[in-house]
């Protein structure tokens, strides 16, 4: 290896180590020994899926340890390091969305932590913004970041899960001594004595009257999007802590052994949690027919999946570089094409595609024939099915580790 190539792998194994160590303390401050209660993302979780919510409270998981980046060859240092900033993503805007709040004035608490025990299960919600207003019209608003790669057109059921555990634990709990703000004085008391305490603003003893709300803003790279509200419902929040009672013991019954983690229900059909699930590689449902990696068709399949990463990379810089040159265009006036040596380029409108909105057609059917179900029959006459296709999924193994916490 060349001398530059070897100090360039030097930086590269560092900041993953730096990343590392960063989120194995990041995790301990702010939330503690995770093994020791049920957080609302393990209700998200278990709610789509209760193998991965259970091996994620036994600790198994395909995160190393820091001290073990020494070990990784350069393949195994570049995932690690990838999924890492995919991972952190998501903390660093966290930083820079509270410095944006907090510059506007509004009262915010980061980090808030609401715990409880219920039925004898530990039990903690970590809010990442507390929004407050006092005075006469007292008003709460919880935010939850997520940092997504696409905006998603709606919420995922497991973010819902987590928006109602948390807003009707803030309000069942508000008059409870269950809120603290980790590595504060503010510990064990109600919220409106955390919220006092913080910023010498009053509220309410109870919460009705109260306005509160959860909200979830969904960040991607170059776009933003708010999912809500989400109102404090008491049918909702007994969901959660069901869900929550289920995970702790089925977690201490696969410790004890008396079941396996692969006699667990797992979520069923495609499901965009598998490719980042911890313990995807020996996931009953996949049970795979195993193919040596060195035959054939295992070197084929190992390029397929590579030319598919390939893909995506590149259509992601296909989609940047588009988006910079028609900004271009459209900063120099230009209203013709515009060439280079070898390549003339041009912005044109295109007309919107169409298509039918099947409710509005029937409405309109239904308007003209008089009898809606003539007109659903009738619509359901001119329906085409396209014929049935075969599509191929390729989804990555990831090596389960024992967790570093
Ligand atoms: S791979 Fe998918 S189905 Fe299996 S445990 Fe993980 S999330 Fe659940």
Request: with cysteine; glycine share 8%.
């Amino acid at each position: 290896m060349q001398p530059d190539t070897i100090k360039a792998q030097g930086l590269l194994r560092l900041l993953t180590q730096g990343l590392l160590a960063h989120g194995e303390q990041k995790t301990a401050n702010e939330l503690g020994d995770r093994s020791q209660y049920i957080g609302m993302s393990d209700i998200g979780k278990g709610m789509e899926c209760m193998r991965a919510a259970v091996a994620s409270k036994l600790g198994l998981s395909a995160i190393p340890a820091a001290t073990a980046v020494g070990e990784f060859a350069h393949e195994e240092l570049g995932r690690v390091l990838g999924r890492q900033i995919i991972l952190q993503r998501g903390h660093w805007q966290e930083y820079g969305i509270e410095k944006a709040l907090t510059a506007t004035g509004v009262k915010l608490v980061p980090q808030l932590e609401i715990s409880i025990e219920h039925n004898g299960v530990p039990i903690k919600a970590h809010l990442d913004f507390t929004l407050v207003w006092g005075g006469k019209r007292p008003a709460v608003r919880i935010l939850e970041l997520k940092s997504n790669e696409r905006i998603p057109a709606s919420l995922y059921a497991s973010y819902e899960a987590q928006l109602y555990g948390q807003v009707g634990l803030l309000k069942s709990c508000w008059a409870q001594p269950c809120f603290s703000v980790p590595q504060t004085e503010v510990q064990s008391v109600t919220f409106p004595q955390a919220i006092q305490s913080i910023f010498n603003v009053a509220l309410p003893k109870l919460p009705d009257g109260v306005d509160i709300e959860s909200w979830v803003l969904s960040i991607s790279r170059s776009e933003v999007k708010s999912f809500g509200p989400y109102l404090a419902d008491m049918g909702m929040l007994e969901a959660c802590l069901q869900a929550a009672v289920g995970i702790w013991r089925t977690t201490e019954d696969v410790r004890s052994g008396s079941l396996d983690l692969n006699d667990l229900d797992y979520c069923r059909g495609f499901h965009p949690l598998c490719d980042w699930c911890d313990v995807n590689a020996d996931c009953p449902k996949f049970q795979a027919v195993n193919i040596p990696s060195d035959s054939a068709c295992g070197l084929e399949l190992e390029e397929l999946a590579m030319l598919k990463e390939r893909k995506a990379t590149l259509e992601k810089r296909i989609a940047e570089s588009e988006e910079r040159i028609r900004q271009t265009y459209s900063l120099i006036g230009a209203k013709d094409w515009i060439s280079t040596k070898d390549h003339r380029f041009r912005v044109t409108t295109i007309a919107g595609r169409k298509t039918l909105d099947r409710s509005q057609m029937l409405d309109k059917l239904t308007s003209l024939i008089g009898d809606e179900l003539k007109a659903q029959t009738a619509l359901e006459q001119c329906e085409k099915s396209g014929k049935p296709f075969e599509r191929l999924y390729v989804s990555k193994i990831n090596k389960m580790l024992k967790s570093a916490a």
